[in-house]
């Protein structure tokens, strides 16, 4: 009898309440669909080829950090495995640059500010295009990064292996302007405590 009551006079409360939770477990789903998407946006660097960052350039001027590699470099992939993969690197890096990785050894050409570059093959083990030959004035070791300002201005070379805590020393050395002031970084150093841990 209470049964029948309940359905009888609550029917439409009932079904609102029914409907509700309907709706929010519906949003619920939704929402968790489409959190690993973004998610997976900032897992990573969003790496791009010489042409993409080119193209990204024109539609939004944007600061640009540049991975000189080769495929025999061991300190190269250590830098991948440690460094890059760091969540506070890749968070930095996606917010703050136009991230291009460039195999210095390439055999394709690269078209670069209306130019194009080739393999020069008797620089280096296997050949060098000569785009990394001309940013990295010729110091071909490896890993090397260059940071660029908007519209590829400007480019300052960083040299050698940088674990996380030292990269973002050298990312607020650079953004900060302290390079042209002609302050020596190890000066800049001793003012600033990274934050970033590395990762082991």
């Excluded at 029914?18 to 619920?28: E, G, Y």
């Excluded at 973004?38 to 969003?46: E, L, R, T, V």
């Excluded at 280096?124 to 201005?153: D, H, K, V």
Aim: aromatic share 12%; glycine share 4%; proline share 6%.
């Amino acid at each position: 009898m209470l049964l029948t009551k309940l359905h009888g006079n609550n029917r439409k409360f009932v079904d609102m309440k029914f409907l509700s939770m309907k709706r929010i477990l519906l949003a619920v789903v939704a929402i968790l669909m489409i959190i690993p998407s973004y998610a997976g946006d900032n897992d990573k660097i969003k790496w791009m080829t010489w042409d993409e960052a080119q193209v990204a350039m024109k539609k939004k001027p944007k600061k640009v950090w540049v991975d000189v590699y080769t495929d025999w470099c061991g300190w190269c992939k250590v830098m991948d495995k440690k460094t890059f993969s760091n969540p506070d690197v890749i968070k930095y890096m996606n917010e703050n640059f136009y991230a291009v990785k460039f195999d210095a050894e390439t055999k394709e050409d690269i078209r670069f500010m209306g130019n194009v570059y080739k393999l020069n093959p008797s620089v280096g083990r296997s050949g060098t295009n000569e785009l990394a030959i001309q940013l990295l004035s010729g110091q071909l070791s490896y890993p090397s990064m260059i940071y660029m300002e908007e519209n590829f201005q400007n480019p300052v070379i960083v040299p050698g292996y940088q674990p996380a805590p030292q990269l973002q020393t050298i990312f607020n050395y650079l953004m900060k302007g302290a390079y042209k002031q002609k302050i020596p970084l190890d000066e800049f150093s001793k003012g600033y405590t990274p934050t970033w841990k590395e990762k082991s």
